[in-house]
């Protein structure tokens, strides 16, 4: 069946480091990779979305990278600020029947430490 | 734009009982989620309409969970009977042609 990982629960940083999330998948395909943001008691808010054909997007500080080699993106954010301290989901979209079908991850809490 | 507004915030009930979570999409958007959120299984889409027909609901549970979408502007689910298993945040999501989805701000239902 479908997997998602997101390397670890919980990633702390320092301000105006970059901050690097990982999201691996098996027995999948995906034809777009998403990457959301969810604060507490808040639904998740849509930051990128990446294609299987782009290897690269940037959105100001946030750069996603995606490797349907490796079957993984890396999520970016570089100087950090506390404001970004939130959880990171990413999420996998199919072709066809399956768009609008998103398998997420469990997300990757980071914290910015001022 | 107010976004998705769902209704109750927030829901306690016993076991047994019915309840009905509520959806309003963004005016315009033809796609509609509904997702349960636990800490032990993360995020999980359950059902999905496009142009308020329901395209995927494989991942609804079981015969207790039921959703419709009467019109474009409206989305209803529905547990009965409720069981403590099913306390979790449920969220609704709307999206224009299956791009970036809209989330709620959820509904946190606790069932006792």
């Known amino acids: 069946s479908q997997k998602i990982e997101q390397n670890s629960e919980a990633l702390n940083i320092q301000e105006g480091k970059t901050a690097t999330l990982t999201c691996n998948y098996t027995?999948?395909?995906?034809?777009?990779l998403q990457w959301y943001r969810q604060d507490p008691g808040r639904g998740p808010v849509f930051l990128l979305l990446?294609?299987?054909?782009?290897k690269e997007k940037r959105k100001e500080r946030l750069k996603v990278t995606f490797d349907t080699t490796l079957k993984q993106s890396l999520f970016h954010i570089t100087a950090s600020q506390p404001a970004d301290s939130a959880t990171y989901l990413c999420a996998l979209e199919g072709y066809g029947g399956s768009q609008g079908n998103l398998i997420f991850g469990k997300g990757t809490k980071l914290s910015v430490k001022p | 734009d107010a976004g998705v507004i769902q209704s109750p915030r927030h829901e306690v009930t016993e076991m047994g009982q019915e309840v009905t979570l509520r959806c309003k999409p963004i005016s315009g958007h033809n796609s509609l989620f509904w997702y349960r959120q636990t800490m032990m299984r993360g995020l999980e889409l359950l059902i999905y309409?496009?142009?308020?027909?329901?395209?995927?609901d494989s991942g609804m549970p079981e015969d207790r969970f039921s959703a419709k979408m009467p019109n474009a502007s409206f989305s209803t689910l529905k547990i009965q009977p409720s069981e403590p298993r099913d306390s979790a945040v449920y969220f609704c999501a709307s999206s224009y042609f299956n791009n970036e989805q809209f989330f709620g701000p959820g509904t946190r239902l606790t069932v006792l």
């Open positions: 990446i294609r299987e054909n782009e």
């Open positions: 027995n999948y395909s995906p034809a777009y």
């Open positions: 309409f496009n142009n308020n027909v329901p395209i995927d």
